[in-house]
């Protein structure tokens, strides 16, 4: 029982450094890229609606990703630590439901974003626990987004 207290009191305590962090920090971007919270993207991801001119990918574990990105067909994702997925409502829906096991937060705890380029286009959609990352236009309709930095959620995790 005392085992389990210290783990909810290290667990509480990571989560509020995190939304510490998220409220803090903002998006970390170069080239005025940047994310942007959105209540319409949240509910799609929610929802589980897979937008059609996207192509998805998540990063960390497979079946319970760090985060899920959707990137505009007019853009193309230049990064190796992304997985691409052939998204469809059903995988989309049981994705965002481990993602709230596995982050131990309510569906309130995570957040959904568009993904803005300098001039506020959008490049596409964002959902996560954290809000921080980097968004670099490479030129070319490329985009390099990096995975969000969730150190301190991934040590809370059990190892798959």
């Known amino acids: 029982m005392e085992e389990r207290k210290h783990f909810l009191n290290r667990l509480a305590a990571t989560l509020v450094g995190v939304a510490m962090v998220t409220a803090l920090a903002g998006c970390a971007t170069s080239t005025g ?39 505009s067909s007019a853009y193309t994702l230049v990064s190796d630590r992304w997985t691409e997925r052939e998204m ?13 096991t596995e982050f131990l937060a309510t569906e309130a705890g995570l957040l959904g974003a568009y993904v803005l380029g300098p001039e506020g286009e959008r490049i596409g959609v964002w959902y996560s626990a954290v809000g921080i990352t980097t968004v670099v236009m490479l030129g070319e309709g490329k985009v390099r987004i990096d995975p969000p ?6 040590r809370l995790r059990t190892p798959d």
Not at 58 to 70: D, E, Y
Not at 88 to 100: E, G, K, Y
Request: hydrophobic fraction near 40%; proline fraction near 9%.
């Open 33 to 71: 890229a940047r994310l942007d919270r959105s209540g319409q993207v949240l509910n799609d991801f929610r929802n589980a609606r897979v937008l059609p001119d996207h192509r998805y990918y998540t990063t960390g574990p497979q079946g319970a990703p760090n985060a899920i990105l959707g990137v």
């Open 88 to 100: 469809t409502p059903d995988l989309l829906r049981r994705l965002v439901f481990r993602m709230n």
């Open 149 to 154: 930095l969730t150190p301190a959620i991934n």
